[in-house]
């Protein structure tokens, strides 16, 4: 149910998927569905989680390798975006619907300190294997790039045309390396291939 | 009417807001505030409108200025966002409850285009006065400061404590200073005070 869920709001967007058409598409009641999600917003919830838990992989290994091969890999994330902005959506309908459901708001809490916390783990390994210089506060810079991760996600989707979220998210993460790389460390500014 | 329902958003958030809770702030009916605002989106955007307008005093002089120092007091934005988390909020919610509504979906592209525009203005005037350094991407960085910027405002609304958006905001400008100065320009990687 939750994958039948997963590929309607890949392909409608989040506002136009209701428990009905999900039960429609698993060729289940409308009861059915409202026995395992109470709430459309519990459905979403569940997308969100499902989908989260795959784009993980490349983060996790990203936060785990560490260092400035690692961060260059972000810039796969471009990509992401682009294919499937929808799922982009999802999150920020989500949060903005949520803002009062202390359990949705503890998930985005958690979410961004998964992200602004596995940043900075890379950014020390990355220093500590002297990749990475030292002289910068590491904490802020996570959250820095935690922001402008979500930030260029929502510019694409409201504003598709006028963005190459592809370039212009190689182009950050090429600034960046250059900017922390340690003097005399190894700089390629193109982002490694997918 | 407008003031009256921009109070409230800054007191309550934008979910929190009816019709009906501004004519009682002005001491008239839910009809008269309806024959103004035909409905509650209606409303939020003009009260988003009217913020925003407000808000652009302290953007229009940097990009009319441009060069390091405009750049620089970009970080008394952060100041903005920990003094009235609702502001964020609401153009939030009004981005996702208005992803199939061209009319708000105009104005946010407009929004984002007047400030990616306005901070590639204020680099390439500092390019013109041998501030800024030649040689990077200028629109790839406007869209990036843009991510930025709306990206960290809303870490902040969702996890206020576990983030110094004054102190991050400061962080990101003084990095982004430091990075794109002409070498040999005099940098001071403190922002300016408000």
Known sequence: MIAAALELVGERGPNAVT??????????SHAAVLYHF??????????????????????????????LAAL?????????????????KLAHVLQA???EDDR????????YQYIRGGLARAIRT?????????????DARAAEITAFMFGIAQQHFIDPDSLDVVAVYADFVGNLVADIALDGAE????????
Chains 1, 2 share one sequence.
Request: net charge positive; with cysteine.
């Open 72 to 88: 260059r890999r972000l810039a796969d994330l471009g990509h992401g975006i682009q294919r499937e902005p929808n799922f982009t």
């Open 38 to 67: 109470r709430t459309r917003r519990d459905l979403l919830l569940a997308v969100l989680e499902e989908r989260d838990r795959k784009a993980r992989t490349l983060l996790d290994r990203c936060f785990l390798d560490g260092g």
């Open 97 to 99: 619907e949520s803002l």
């Open 19 to 28: 428990l009905g058409d999900v039960g429609q598409r698993v060729g289940t």
């Open 126 to 138: 990355g220093q500590q294997r002297g990749e990475i210089r030292e002289g910068f506060d590491v």
């Open 104 to 111: 949705v708001g503890r998930y985005f809490r958690a979410r």
């Open 187 to 194: 700089v390629d500014r193109t982002p490694a291939s997918p």
